[in-house]
């Protein structure tokens, strides 16, 4: 192996610390007891690994069901970006219509719109049909994508127009076409588009928090926030419930990285 690629493989794992230390420090801090992490200096091992942070998060608050929550909202999500996106990026890509381009451009206009500026009409709009500490009121409002619908696009106008003539050639329908072709070869940047969906929606800390009240009906965030507001000194017992709130995230990022990569990598030479 040459010198230069000894000195990028070291680049890399620098870098890669670099970037991890601060997980791999709450994970250190996880398994400290709150003695050890008060003294000075502050040690970055602990000198008696235990899992008494874990078990005590267990009695604090709900976990297990902030866990629940949040993966049924995530998933719900999900899907429904997977449906509203996937349809609308085959319209602005198969199907032919006056004022298209126009549609599409003030589609993607939306993404120029800051969130905090939807969040009163959303929530008031939540209020009045009766949503709030349900799951409905948590996913709905993001169930529709202006990204997702361009990402789709994009690989979608990636597929051979020939395809889709002789489709149609063929007596098969829109829905078929989507269906049996379109789909089936955009999987990469339909999982990034569900892989972006769900740690999005993982890690809302704001939606939540508003529509909220029920205790039994937080997400994660939120109940990682009441864990530190009650106990804001003993950042064991916080660390712990960050690292179990991080475990699904990180699963899931690992597992969907390749598809990630090649979801927001396709369609970037073709507009």
Do not use: H
Not at 65 to 81: D, F, H, K
Not at 181 to 192: N, Q
């Amino acid at each position: 192996m040459s010198i230069r690629a000894v000195a990028s493989y070291a680049l890399l794992v620098v870098g890669s610390i670099a970037v991890a230390f601060p997980l791999l420090l709450a994970l250190s801090y996880s398994l400290m007891s709150e003695s050890e992490i008060a003294t000075f200096p502050p040690p970055i091992f602990p000198a008696q690994p235990t899992l008494d942070n874990y078990g005590k998060v267990f009695a604090t608050i709900p976990i297990g069901r902030y866990l629940l929550n949040s993966i049924i909202v995530s998933s719900a999500v999900v899907a429904g970006q997977l449906v509203t996106a996937g349809l609308a990026a085959y319209a602005f890509s198969f199907l032919v219509f006056r004022g298209r381009q126009l549609l599409f451009f003030l589609f993607l206009s939306t993404l120029m719109i800051p969130w905090e500026a939807t969040i009163i009409p959303n929530y008031m709009t939540i209020r009045t049909i009766g949503w709030l500490d349900t799951y409905q009121g948590l996913a709905v409002p993001f169930m529709a994508t202006a990204f997702g619908t361009f990402l789709l696009r994009q690989a979608f106008l990636q597929i051979p127009r020939e395809l889709w003539d002789a489709a149609r050639i063929d007596g098969a329908s829109s829905f078929r076409f989507l269906i049996s072709t379109v789909i089936p070869l955009s999987r990469p940047a339909l999982g990034t588009v569900a892989i972006y969906g769900f740690l999005s929606t993982y890690n809302q800390y704001f939606w939540p928090l508003l529509v909220t009240n029920q205790v039994l009906m937080r997400t994660t965030q939120v109940g990682i926030a009441q864990l530190r507001f009650e106990e804001s000194l003993r950042w064991g017992l916080v660390m712990a419930g960050v690292i179990m709130v991080a475990v699904p995230t990180l699963a899931l990022l690992v597992l969907g990285q390749r598809q990630l990569i090649r979801g927001l990598t396709a369609g970037a030479v073709k507009g």
